[in-house]
């Protein structure tokens, strides 16, 4: 149980272009999903935290222009990269936390990532 | 905010031996601490977590002790295997702040 999928696993895009990427809870409903940014050997850096049926809170220094983050449903949450430029070449993933009883909020599980490289 | 450091950033075993990644925390509200395991290429996965109203959780080879006076946690495996080589990160996190701070990460090799 608690799986997470993202789609696409890799993409690679010319520089100007929008990338959509999806995160998928496969076997929960999710009332809240994350979006970070991990660059090679560095810590998880959380962009954006996003509620089902709400506007996604962003984190200092993160254009939301840029980064689009939509949570349509309470298991589908996309971010799109809107004019990608190469420093926006980076691995993204999506973390779904799912609605439980109070008390056990907290669990995250994490999807396998998103290789974006933009040429 | 809260603010998490993790040592060590680096650490290599021999098969079969213990190793321990330690963290600790600022926040002394905090009262969840996760740690995931990340493979090469991959998404973090959860592996173990303790919330504060313990002091120690154990699953198999993986236990983690918490110590909220000192406000530091680890991570303890033992009996490592080569499978276990991966990047280890902790977080802290506080129900109501809606996110988790992560540690920069631990590399483990386990030599065969």
């Known amino acids: 149980g608690a799986v997470v999928s993202q789609h696409p696993s890799r993409v690679i895009c010319k520089s100007g272009t929008s990338v959509k990427i999806e995160c998928r809870s496969l076997?929960?409903?999710?009332?809240?999903m994350f979006w970070y940014r991990q660059f090679p050997k560095q810590s998880l850096m959380l962009m954006a935290t996003?509620?089902?049926?709400?506007?996604?809170?962003?984190e200092q220094g993160v254009e939301k222009d840029k980064f689009l983050i939509n949570h349509a449903s309470l298991t589908l949450s996309t971010l799109t990269v809107t004019s990608a430029h190469p420093e926006d070449s980076s691995f993204y993933i999506c973390?779904?936390?799912?609605?439980?009883?109070?008390?056990?909020?907290?669990?995250?599980?994490f999807g396998p990532g998103t290789r974006l490289l933009v040429l | 905010g809260e603010n998490v450091e993790q040592h060590p950033s680096t650490l290599s075993v021999q098969e079969g031996d213990s190793a321990v990644i330690k963290c600790t925390y600022s926040?002394?509200?905090?009262?969840?601490f996760p740690w995931y395991k990340q493979e090469l290429g991959k998404g973090p996965q959860l592996i173990i977590d303790?919330?504060?109203?313990?002091g120690e959780k154990k699953d198999q080879r993986i236990a983690v002790t918490l110590n909220k006076t000192a406000k530091h946690f680890s991570l303890h495996i033992t009996e490592t295997q080569p499978e276990d080589s991966a990047v280890y990160f902790c977080?802290?996190?506080?129900?109501?702040?809606?996110?988790?701070?992560f540690g920069d990460g631990t590399t483990l090799t386990v030599k065969p």
């Open positions: 973390s779904a936390a799912p609605l439980r009883l109070a008390g056990d909020e907290e669990t995250q599980y």
């Open positions: 076997d929960f409903q999710a009332t809240t």
């Open positions: 996003s509620n089902e049926g709400s506007k996604a809170t962003y």
């Open positions: 926040d002394s509200a905090s009262n969840y």
């Open positions: 303790i919330r504060s109203n313990v």
């Open positions: 977080a802290a996190r506080y129900t109501n702040a809606g996110k988790s701070t």
